[in-house]
Structure formats: C-alpha cells, structure tokens
C-alpha cells in the first residue's frame, strides 16, 4: 500500500500569510459586497423591503427572467451536448474553426451582441420589414430576449463537456458499438452516464449567467416596464430613480438565486467527487 504526500516548501508564517491575503480579498470582493446588498435593501425595514417585491412590475421582471433562463438554458444544453458529441468523437475539416466559434461570446461584448440582434431583426434591420409584414415581433419581445440570452450564455455547457469527454476518450462507446449497440443507446446507456456530472455543472453555470444577464437583453428589451424589463434591468430603472431600497430589495432575489445555485454547484462538485472515489 502506497500513500501520496504533499510537500509544500513553504513556512508557516508564509502559509498564514497567504491564507490571510486570500480571505481578506474574498471578503473585500465578494462577501462584503453581498452583505451589502442585504444590508441596505433592509435598512429601512422589512414592510418596504416586502412591499417593493410585492410590485407588480418586480413580479413580471423575476417571471421575465425565468421564462428567459428556462427556454434559453435547454437550448444550450441541446446544443452544448451535440457540440461535445461532434467535436470530440470526430474528425473534421472546420472542427478548430468550430471551436472557436463556440469560443465568440466569450470574446465579444454583450452590447454589440445585442446590437447585431437589432440590425438583423430590429424594425430598419435585415429582416425587419419582412416580420413586420408577417406581425411578428423579435425585438423588444421575449423572443429577442431569449435570443440574445442564448447568444451570450451557450458556451457554457459545451465548453464544461468537451475536455470531460476527450479525456475520456472513446474506448467505451467502441466497445458498445462492437456489441450491436445502436448509437442513442450508445449515449444513453454509456456516454449519457459518464458525463452527467459534468452536464449539471455546465447546466447551473449556463442558468446563473443566463438569470443575470445584462447587457444584450438590455438593448434587445426597449426597457419597457412590466413588459420586456429582465430583473437586472428591472435593479437598473429603480436605481436610476433613487428608489434605492426597493432596488437593493429586488437584487436579494438575484443574490439569493445566486447562493442557491452554488449551493447546488457545490453539491454537484461533492457527488461527482463521491462517485469517482467509489469507482476506485
């Protein structure tokens, strides 16, 4: 029986020190702002605080919001499997080019990817004469806004899968397919149950950066109130107007939604790490 050691060179003074470095960015980044946001949306008392959620206008931006993270998250997640799949089972001329397409969000800014969804689908755009002929509305819609929430957040799920399936390799899914086995069932029964894990970590990553997106869906909406305003867009108008604790109040849900989902990342990150244990 062999045992692994770690060697740091390190002093302890050095260790503490860097421990202590680490968690006072921590706080002063992260934790702090975090506590602000509570402090504030509660400083003038818990029946503001309720009634600014209790709004109408609040109510339709965190049912905007979820209706956008709930179409857009499972399209990623479609496209992000069959990305994977492709990219790393495959061979092919364009598959670099391909890459780095599924790179693009990444690169550019959510403005300009809001922006490129107006020229093609705004009212003077591309298409725009056409779907107004045909009644049908993309920008300032939900549409739109799904649209560009797609845009900005399908990387996500592709680029947790890929090195998690090339790492893999393909060993499996060759010996599945010397026994007979078709290809669906080869991703069901043998691909599907390897990298389910890394799926619902990509898939919670892709719905937190999908619930607060900004903006894209900020120059797709029209910032029409009740309508077309997401919950960031909903914090923004509110701030804008001074109404600071009912603003504060609104970001809680975010920052709530926010602790859920790594709450849940956590999670995942435990079980996955369970399961690999076990299978050793």
Known sequence: MSSTHHVTTESKPVRLLLIAVAAFILSLFLLLPLIAVFAEALRRGWELFLASLKEEEAWSAVKLTLMA???????NTLFGLSAAWLVTKFRFRGRAFLLS????PFAVSPVIAGMVWVLL???HGWFGPWLAEHDIRIIFA?????IATVFVTF??????LIPLMES??????????????????IFRSVTLPSIKWGLMYGVLLCNARA??????VSVVSGHIRGETNTLPLHIEVLYNEYQFSAAFACATILALLALVTLGIKSLVEHLSGHTSNSRH
Request: hydrophobic content about 50%; aromatic content about 8%; glycine content about 18%.
């Open 69 to 75: 993270a709930g179409l857009s998250v499972p399209l």
């Open 101 to 104: 397409l599924i790179d693009l």
């Open 121 to 123: 689908f705004g009212a």
């Open 142 to 146: 939900l549409p739109g806004i799904v």
């Open 155 to 160: 990387p996500f799920v592709a680029r947790e």
């Open 168 to 185: 893999q390799g393909a060993d499996q899914e060759e010996a599945a397919v010397t026994l007979g086995a078709g290809g669906w069932r």
């Open 211 to 216: 619930m607060g997106e900004f903006g894209a």
